[in-house]
């Protein structure tokens, strides 16, 4: 059949011939004039035709047909009569319901109300009844409540109640099309009335349209009206518990009452479908489970959006205390009797005890006059009365308790209300588990468990019931881990986080292996396959399938999986960004352990350090750790997958730094790189994140560290293991991270930040100075700098900004070397220095004194310095010969000839060349040269050759672009100059092990470059005789070089000139 349009149809047809047969039963009267006790005669013809119809349809949709046929039949009795030519023109054109209507003869309420009676239809009035506009649905109700009243019979009353309870279950159908018919229609039968004049576009069932509490009264006095007819004890409790959960719902209630949960909600239903089963006589008791859970549901779940009037409560409340006391001891009677409990019975009692504990809420919250307090108290304290003597109907119910589970499956397998928190218990109830219907609910609908707290919930409940029961197929287990992983798998990444958060807290870093490793077949190779996929594609593109493939990895052994991406990411070359974007797309990883090698430390950091933490084997591993680091604190964020930081900078500096900041141990190197990259990396945070790193015992340790290199060559080798390279990164993270806290000095209150600065100015006392000078900006305003008492004898230092304090080693004669200290400092110190230097350039003797000093004090502070310091003290002696307060005598011991050229514009090239000389022959002198291991000869060789290089740049731009050059071709005295850094080279080479002379015998390689491409770009510079001298003079200097293959190179290098 078509259950759109209304047409004629075979149905049509079938119930076309029921009206026939029945008219005919009742001529010569009309079906209009029928009375209720025609209906027995006549009337069943009618109901045949409907059944045979339900019963053709029994395959399809036999409600359905039952509704539209009874929608026909009330339009036809509400379709105006007489009909006029007129209106049959119109109503032919406009009314849905004109071709089938014209197959029902004209007939009577009376006709209506019986078949509904006679089909027990009483859901199907109520849906169509609230589907009529207001008046309408009044006056037809009205209708039904006169027709109720007349000859009332035990049929009539069974109806009514019928009636009266679904109409307090009814929620309306906004969505059928049907019904909007209906009322549409209805509105046009009537449209002389003003109230429906203007129908509307679309039916809408609710309380503002076609309000329920009128209605409630009205059925309320139709209950009074037929008090009389209600003879039988099933009625009796039917009736008041009409009453009482009418009253509860519409009158007691809160506006908004809270919905019970999901375990009292299932044992309602089960309590509810457990008498029905039990009563033989229910309606329900035959039914499929299913139809049964949807009509407990429908029992159960009573609510309302408004309240009945007030005087319609009172009356309400009057009328059952009056049926209460009049049928109070026979109702007792008979639920105390020994014929068992059936739904009426059940009921009334589960409804009184509802109402009970609602009144007495009502009486203590609702302000009340005194004769309606004693309505309300006299009534509470009847129910009261009448439930002390019936408590055994509730309390023995010996009702079936095994149905719980095959209800909450129903409900989710037909999807009913609240199915998805059915699916929370499901996965909950340990002793459903892996039976044969849960297993078959799980498989059917696996798509309902798609959410991350009911993936956790079956995880959970399947752990403990295979470890609780050994008894369980494994097929069985591999199965629902199978099918539980799945719908893991479906989840967004996001909720899979979820997942594995819960894991991680519930089963720590085995995650699920811990308890399901026997049911994991293949769980290695799945690993080896993974991660050789993820090795051969680290492309954005398959990021997607990589953090897909890793997150069944990761819930399944957490510490495996992170374990070997960790490893990867160190070990495989280029693959650690690639590696850290997967590690950042589970942001669940960090997880706290409580437990474990290592308490309180984040998970991740756990399987970095057991993993590839001082396991290094190369310095390309140490950097694609650093690399690895620095991504899993500030993630790359790629397109369509959110991520995480996995990191927070105080936890790494906690983990790879703080430990470490000390000379003789190895990582200590790699553990500066890391506190200066995640310095820099977060020097941008707004929130001030050093303060849970304890930043100034921070800054104590760096100054710890730095005091170290004071005495650096004295130190045993194994002692050594940052180099003096390394010095420079340890005295850039000091100033970063002291301009990180000055910038953030308004974080300390005034009175912590003075006794940070006090407590940090005490520890530095038993550092060496210098130490302490370093961190003159922090300490400015608060602190003066000290320095040795020395230091004031050579400098006009203020009072104000500076103290001297004796210091062991810094006696009489020192103060210069305490300059020259102060000078490698910083450049801002230098310049300082420098401006309160007290020599007088106008007293010869006074400058040679402090040209001589300068030597000395410099011999003695080179092999300390970091080339940063050794930076500084290259431009502090630049300075000095600009300003003429250094003498530095140039000798004639490498020049054949006086040369006839003007050197003035490399005068301080040449001077600091012979002071690099000078330097060294004080270094290598007998005094001097048990000083230094051969690393220390190897440092000061590399600061020389890094001076001798800027030397060389600083000629070449004097040669090429320097204002000198604008005025005369230098290259003579470029060459001249070549020639004589050549031969200093080469003497100092001389006197040091052969062994640290590679980085000079570079050098001099280059110096010969340099000459022989100036030489050859200026052939006219010089004659070929003064060529061939200068090219003997450098073989001669070459001739004195050892070993034989730098001897040998040199001299075939000055042999091509």
């Not at 037929?226 to 099933?234: A, Y």
């Amino acid at each position: 059949m078509d259950l759109g349009p209304v047409n004629i149809c075979e149905e049509m047809t079938i119930l076309h011939g029921g009206f026939l047969l029945a008219e005919q039963l009742f001529h010569p009267k009309a079906l209009t004039e029928m009375t209720k006790s025609d209906w027995e005669r006549v009337g069943q013809p009618i109901v045949e035709a409907l059944r045979e119809i339900s019963s053709a349809t029994a395959c399809s949709q036999p409600f359905a047909w039952k509704k539209k046929a009874l929608i026909i039949i009330w339009a036809k009795v509400l379709q105006p009569y007489p009909v006029t030519p007129s209106d049959t023109d119109t109503r032919w054109q406009e009314d849905v319901f004109f071709s089938v209507g014209n197959m029902i003869p004209t007939i009577n309420h009376t006709v209506l109300f019986e078949l509904l009676k006679s089909l027990e239809a009483s859901g199907l009035f109520i849906q169509l009844l609230m589907a009529l506009p207001t008046a309408i649905c009044r006056a037809e109700l009205e209708h039904f409540l006169e027709h109720m009243s007349v000859d009332t019979s035990s049929k009539d009353v069974a109806f009514f109640l019928s009636v009266w309870w679904e109409m307090m279950k009814h929620k309306g159908n906004q969505q059928d099309p049907l019904l909007s018919q209906f009322r549409t229609m209805a509105h046009k039968y009537l449209s002389s009335s003003d109230e429906f004049s203007h129908p509307p576009k679309r039916f809408k069932s609710d309380p503002d349209v076609c309000p329920t509490m009128p209605l409630l009264a009205m059925l309320l006095t139709g209950l009074k009206q037929i008090q009389s007819r209600i003879l039988c004890p099933g009625m009796k409790c039917c009736a008041l518990a009409n009453l009482a959960d009418m009253l509860t719902v519409f009158a007691l209630m809160e506006d908004d009452p809270q919905e019970v949960s999901a375990t009292v909600y299932l044992d309602k239903l089960a309590t509810v479908i457990s008498v029905w089963n039990s009563d033989t006589q229910n309606p329900y008791h035959q039914q499929a489970l299913a139809e049964k859970v949807k009509e407990a549901e429908r029992d159960i779940s009573l609510t309302s959006l408004a309240k009945l009037p007030s005087e319609t409560i009172f009356i309400g409340l009057e009328f059952m205390c009056s049926l209460l006391r009049e049928w109070g001891e026979e109702l007792q009677a008979m639920l105390n009797g020994s014929q068992g409990t059936n739904y009426d019975s059940f009921r009334l009692c589960d409804s009184l005890t509802s109402f009970s504990q609602n009144l007495k809420l009502y009486l203590d919250s609702t302000s009340l006059s005194k004769e309606e307090r004693q309505v309300v108290s006299e009534l509470a304290e009847c129910v009261a009365d009448f439930l002390r003597k019936t408590a055994k109907v509730l309390k023995n119910k010996g009702f079936e308790k095994d149905i719980t589970a095959s209800i909450a499956m129903a409900i989710i397998e037909q999807k009913m209300d609240r199915h998805m928190e059915m699916c929370y218990i499901f996965a909950s109830e340990k002793k459903w588990a892996f039976s044969d219907e849960w297993l078959a609910c799980l498989l059917n609908n696996r798509a309902l468990f798609r959410e991350p707290d009911l993936v956790l919930k079956l995880l959970e409940t399947v752990i403990e019931v295979t470890v609780a029961d050994r008894a369980i197929p494994e097929s069985q287990i591999k199965q629902v881990i199978s099918l539980i992983l799945e719908c893991y798998a479906d989840l967004s990444l996001p909720d899979k986080n979820k997942v594995l958060s819960g894991t991680l807290l519930s089963w720590g870093r085995k995650g699920l292996s811990e308890k399901l490793l026997a049911y994991l077949d293949g769980f290695q190779e799945d690993v080896n396959t993974t991660f050789n996929q993820l090795t051969q594609s680290t492309s954005e593109q398959g990021l997607a399938k990589a953090v897909a493939s890793v997150a069944r990895l990761v819930i399944l052994h957490p510490e495996v999986t992170v374990k070997k991406m960790c490893s990867m990411a160190v070990v495989s070359l280029g693959t650690h960004k690639f590696l850290a974007q997967i590690l950042t797309a589970f942001p669940a990883l960090r997880f706290l352990e409580e437990q474990g090698p290592n308490p309180s430390t984040s998970f991740v950091v756990s399987c970095l350090k057991e993993t590839v933490w001082t396991k290094f084997s190369t310095p390309k591993e140490e950097k694609q750790f650093l690399e690895l680091l620095g991504c899993l604190m500030n993630p790359v964020k790629p397109q369509g997958i959110p991520v995480a930081a996995l990191l927070e900078p105080d936890e790494v500096l906690k983990e790879f730094v703080l430990p470490f900041l000390l000379l003789d141990i190895k990582e200590v190197d790699l553990s500066l790189k890391i506190f200066i990259q995640t310095l820099e990396a977060n020097a941008c945070l707004e929130e001030y994140w050093l303060h849970t790193c304890s930043p100034f015992p921070l800054l104590f340790s760096l100054c710890q560290l730095l005091d170290g290199f004071s005495k650096y060559w004295q130190l045993p080798r194994e002692k050594r293991c940052l180099s003096l390279d390394g010095k420079d990164l340890v005295i850039h993270i000091l100033e970063v991270l002291c301009e990180i806290i000055l910038a953030n000095t308004e974080t300390f209150s005034p009175d912590t930040w003075i006794k940070s600065l006090s407590w940090l100015h005490r520890k530095l006392e038993q550092l060496d100075w210098t130490v302490r000078l370093r961190m003159k900006n922090l300490f400015e305003g608060h602190f003066k700098c000290e320095v040795p008492a020395t230091l004031f004898e050579i400098c006009k230092l203020s009072e104000d900004e500076w103290t001297s304090q004796a210091h062991p080693g810094y006696g009489p004669g020192t103060g210069l070397l305490a300059w020259m200290e102060c000078c490698s400092i910083s450049s801002s110190i230098s310049e300082q220095m420098l401006s309160l230097l007290v020599v007088d350039v106008g007293n010869p003797e006074e400058v040679r004194l402090f040209s001589k000093g300068f030597l000395v004090v410099m011999v003695q502070v080179l092999p300390w310095c970091s080339p940063q310091e050794w930076q500084h003290l290259y431009q502090l002696t630049r300075r000095l010969l600009e300003k003429q307060l250094l003498h530095v005598p140039y000798s004639l011991e490498y020049i054949q000839f006086v040369p006839l050229l003007n050197l003035k514009p490399f005068a301080q090239e040449l001077q600091f060349s012979v002071l690099f000389l000078r330097a060294f022959q004080f270094l290598c002198s007998q005094s001097c040269r048990n000083w230094l291991p051969m690393e220390g000869w190897s440092h000061v060789v590399k600061l020389l050759c890094n001076s001798l290089t800027h030397l060389l740049d600083s000629v070449r731009m004097i040669q090429s672009v320097g204002p000198w050059a604008q005025e005369q071709d230098l290259t003579q005295e470029t060459l001249f100059f070549y020639t004589q850094v050549f031969c200093h080279v080469l003497h100092i080479m001389a006197m040091l092990h052969q062994e640290v002379c590679e980085p000079l015998y570079v050098l001099a390689l280059e110096i010969l470059t340099c000459y022989e491409t100036l030489s050859k770009a200026n052939p006219s510079g010089s004659s070929l005789l003064q060529k061939v001298n200068e090219q003997r003079f450098l073989k001669s200097i070459a001739e004195n070089i050892s070993p034989e293959e730098r001897r040998q190179t040199l001299l075939q290098k000055i042999s091509n000139f």
